[in-house]
């Protein structure tokens, strides 16, 4: 199972749209609301969970877990006790992190991009302690992916497809999208 973190101030595309390519590739995709099933993103744009951090567990089920940007979505993911007990465990059971816009602030204040190559929004940098930024609209270090930002959703939702699935299939949701 794939979890996507959503708190009050979330950015939408960069949320949504890994949601909707994950789950066109055949992934199951659980949304995970932040204190409440319905959660307002930084937009206006209001989002029914299938979840919530109250009744989320981490077991042996996660594959991956996304945080999408977003302010103040990306303080609120930071802060949120339920996100830091599943980021300790993607990074103690190797699993997927992936991470978009200022998200990967959350990362880097944890520590966990220390000599990894990380990309955030221009302006986060210095949020990632210890990575080499790379200023790429995706890069993938190991089990840690991270994003630039909304513009880069789709780039970076067709890159969790093709690891979570297979190099093909990721091809040709880009090509039946009108991607190429």
């Given at each position: 199972?794939?979890?996507?973190?959503?708190?009050?101030?979330?950015?939408?595309?960069?949320?949504?749209?890994?949601?909707?390519?994950l789950?066109?590739?055949?992934?199951?995709v659980?949304?995970?609301?932040?204190?409440?099933?319905?959660?307002?993103?930084?937009?206006?744009?209001?989002v029914?969970?299938?979840?919530?951090?109250?009744?989320?567990?981490c077991?042996?089920?996660?594959?991956?877990?996304?945080?999408?940007?977003?302010?103040?979505?990306t303080l609120?993911?930071?802060?949120?006790?339920?996100?830091q007990?599943?980021?300790?465990?993607?990074i103690?059971?190797?699993k997927?992190?992936?991470?978009?816009?200022a998200?990967?602030?959350?990362?880097?204040?944890?520590g966990?991009?220390?000599?990894?190559n990380?990309?955030?929004?221009p302006?986060?940098?210095?949020?990632?302690t210890?990575?080499?930024?790379?200023?790429?609209l995706?890069?993938?270090?190991?089990?840690?992916?991270?994003?630039?930002?909304?513009?880069?959703?789709?780039?970076f939702?067709?890159?969790?497809?093709?690891?979570?699935t297979?190099?093909?299939?990721?091809?040709?949701?880009e090509?039946?999208l009108?991607?190429?």
């Open positions: 199972m794939i979890y996507v973190f959503l708190a009050e101030g979330f950015e939408e595309v960069e949320a949504l749209t890994p949601v909707d390519i789950r066109r590739a055949g992934k199951e659980c949304t995970v609301g932040i204190g409440s099933q319905i959660i307002k993103g930084s937009h206006g744009i209001s029914v969970c299938d979840s919530d951090n109250g009744i989320f567990k077991d042996d089920n996660v594959e991956m877990i996304i945080l999408p940007g977003g302010m103040p979505g609120n993911l930071e802060a949120d006790k339920t996100v007990e599943a980021i300790d465990y993607c103690n059971n190797d997927y992190i992936a991470a978009i816009c998200a990967p602030s959350v990362l880097g204040h944890k966990i991009l220390v000599g990894k990380a990309t955030c929004f302006g986060f940098e210095k949020e990632l210890g990575a080499s930024y790379t200023g790429e995706v890069t993938v270090d190991g089990n840690i992916i991270t994003g630039k930002g909304a513009g880069a959703a789709m780039k939702a067709l890159k969790l497809a093709e690891i979570m297979t190099v093909e299939k990721a091809h040709s949701l090509a039946s009108q991607c190429k």
